[in-house]
């Protein structure tokens, strides 16, 4: 078995990385393409690897000569590769396709070893390597049947996305006999060079041959293998966090990423917080049918907005404002209040840093629960506030991390002692809707989104992220409500006049109509919380906190969560370290809660750990 790998290439899509360089000497994590293709195939005791080269050719053999690969290596040089396409650089290499067994692979891949094993360890003779189609892929996709062959090819402008669950993409590795390459490829690779011409793709060659009754290749399905195709600077940074040497390093960059979670298909995501019963499949129908109109046409403006926003919440369009996602009010309404640059605002920790990171550190005042499980009442607020006197509270009911909840009696009377003191209050509402209510309550019950409450507290400002009760955080929804009209009236001109787009605006018009399906789906989640927290209370490690939000945090026993953290995320399970954020000699994590089938992956992963 030998290797051949086709290098000549110039990948100019990734710009200033590739000017001086060939693609596959782009550096992941410090190590480049080649080189970490070479160590692999290096292990694999082929008889020699055939590579052709072309743009900045040269410059590759060199440093190829650096690497001390045993396996012998042979160079073929494509000295028209800026004229031609692949399928030229594999015809240079036909001689040596049909003298031996190959593995035909080309050099913008980067692949854990297991993937080249797959095919090695598979008694067929000529397999294409596939996985199953992911929105991250460009490209050639299969059709296959039960039996693993190929029933059509499908090139990547000719994709139906609305079929894509029948695709399997093609990984751009090949293993071939040379009996096969002898006899069939490189004879039809030859014609089809011929009549095509030299500026074509040898996958165009495969895909005639799996067209034929005797059905001479199959596709070979990995089964969670990890590879990833670099074609510009996106696929790049994907490819650096998923194949890293450190698995804490590993961690680190999925962390910094901040979502974009769904250019990782296979993860769950434990750390970011929605609601996973929401929103229902008519709701989503109902977008899908308008996506094209609300693709192309500009939303309305603010006022029409906030109009929107009244009718969903019960509120004068005076008191309400429609943000970006809460952050960008968050930042509106902070910079509004610093007008007074000596106000002090008090801030319960560890919380949601959002509203931290936008204030002067010498403006906060921080108040710091006692206990392990990092909960506290009004009265403990009053108590401390009454001693370090500030202008502005900042409560999240129920709290991030800890999930502390604060009841709608028991916030009405901390306003009250606030207005007392002159205080305002920033009131966070994101996660109200998922407390435990009783069975004469309604949601709207355990909010302070309404006239009678803003009107009474003119220093009150409520704010809600719909992106999370809704579960819809790609449209990036929020809002602001208060009866400091000054204020709703300075933000409305702050903000853009498009601040949010036509799918947030839709999705605002179209709420009301699946009001039943949201209390339905913020049941489902509260029964699943339960289910969750009594399967962790059985994990030895964990200590798990009572929580009225859609998570719950935890303190672990006798492992660190870096440790925990890394070997969740080899499963594929992202969740939040939360030990850096408290700081108390501890060790936390956040969970979200997700689905019962999730959830269920989850516990069988931690109950592994216990082994």
């Known amino acids: 078995m030998q290797g051949i790998i086709l290098a000549a290439g110039m990948g100019k899509r990734l710009k200033e990385l590739t000017n001086e360089n060939t693609k596959c000497m782009v550096k992941v994590n410090g190590v480049t393409m080649i080189e970490r293709a070479l160590r692999i195939l290096d292990k694999k005791k082929l008889s020699q690897i055939v590579i052709v080269v072309g743009y900045q050719g040269q410059k590759l053999i060199d440093f190829i000569g650096t690497l001390q690969v045993k396996t012998p290596i042979i160079f073929i040089d494509n000295p028209v590769y800026d004229k031609t396409n692949n399928i030229y650089s594999l015809a240079l290499a036909k001689e040596y396709l049909c003298a031996e067994d190959t593995l035909l ?170 609601n996973p019963y929401y929103p229902p499949v008519k709701l989503k129908e109902e977008m899908k049918s308008n996506f094209e109109t609300l693709l192309t046409e500009y939303p309305s403006g603010m006022e029409v907005n906030a109009l929107l926003a009244a009718g969903a919440f019960g509120v004068k369009p005076e008191h309400i404002i429609v943000g970006n996602g809460a952050a960008e009010l968050i930042k509106g309404l902070l910079e509004y209040l610093s007008v007074s640059a000596d106000g002090k605002v008090g801030c319960i920790y560890p919380t949601f840093e959002e509203y931290p990171n936008r204030l002067k550190k010498e403006r906060i005042v921080p108040f710091v629960p006692a206990g392990e499980a990092m909960h506290y009442t009004v009265e403990d607020l009053m108590q401390f506030y009454s001693v370090h006197k500030i202008n502005t509270l900042v409560l999240i009911n129920p709290d991030n991390p800890s999930g502390n909840y604060i009841s709608y009696k028991e916030c009405i009377r901390l306003i009250g002692w606030c207005k007392q003191q002159d205080m305002a209050v920033i009131l966070d509402e994101s996660f109200v809707d998922f407390v435990d209510i009783g069975p004469e309550e309604d949601i709207a019950d355990v909010s302070l989104i309404r006239d009678s409450v803003l009107d009474e507290y003119h220093k009150l400002y409520i704010i809600k992220s719909i992106s999370k009760s809704y579960g819809i955080p790609g449209v990036r929804l929020g809002v602001l409500a208060s009866s400091d009209e000054q204020l709703i009236r300075y933000l409305k001109k702050d903000v853009s006049i498009w601040n949010i787009n036509s799918f947030g605006e839709f999705f605002m018009q179209i709420k009301e109509k699946y009001d039943k399906d949201y209390v339905e789906a913020l049941g489902k989640l509260r029964e699943c919380r339960k289910q969750l927290v009594r399967k962790l209370k059985d994990i030895s490690f964990l200590e798990v906190y009572p929580s009225q939000a859609n998570f719950v945090m935890c303190r672990l026993k006798g492992i660190t969560a870096a440790d925990l953290c890394t070997s969740l995320l080899k499963e594929n399970i992202f969740v939040k370290d939360l030990t850096k954020k408290i700081k108390n000699g501890h060790q936390y994590i956040r969970l979200s809660i997700r689905s019962e089938e999730d959830n269920d992956r989850l516990i069988t992963a931690l109950r592994q750990l216990e082994r």
């Open 105 to 274: 692979l080309e050099s913008d891949l980067v692949y854990e070893e297991s993937v080249i094993d797959a095919l090695l360890e598979d008694e067929r003779a000529n397999l294409a390597l596939v996985d199953k189609f992911e929105s991250w892929m460009d490209g050639t996709c299969m059709e296959l049947d039960e039996n693993d062959y190929i029933e059509n090819f499908i090139p990547g402008k000719y994709l139906k996305f609305s079929e894509k669950e029948n695709y399997y993409k093609t990984v751009n590795i090949y293993k071939f006999s040379a009996d096969f390459s002898r006899n069939i490829y490189v004879p039809f690779l030859t014609a089809y060079e011929k009549a095509m011409g030299e500026n074509e793709y040898y996958e165009s060659v495969i895909k005639l041959i799996a067209m034929l009754e005797t059905r001479e290749i199959q596709a070979k399905r990995l089964t969670g293998q990890v590879w990833y195709e670099i074609d510009n600077i996106q696929d790049l940074n994907i490819a650096e966090s998923l194949f890293n040497e450190s698995e804490s390093e590993h961690y680190e960059k999925v962390a910094r990423r901040y979502g974009g979670f769904w250019r990782y298909p296979k993860l769950l995501d434990y750390c970011y917080l929605v």
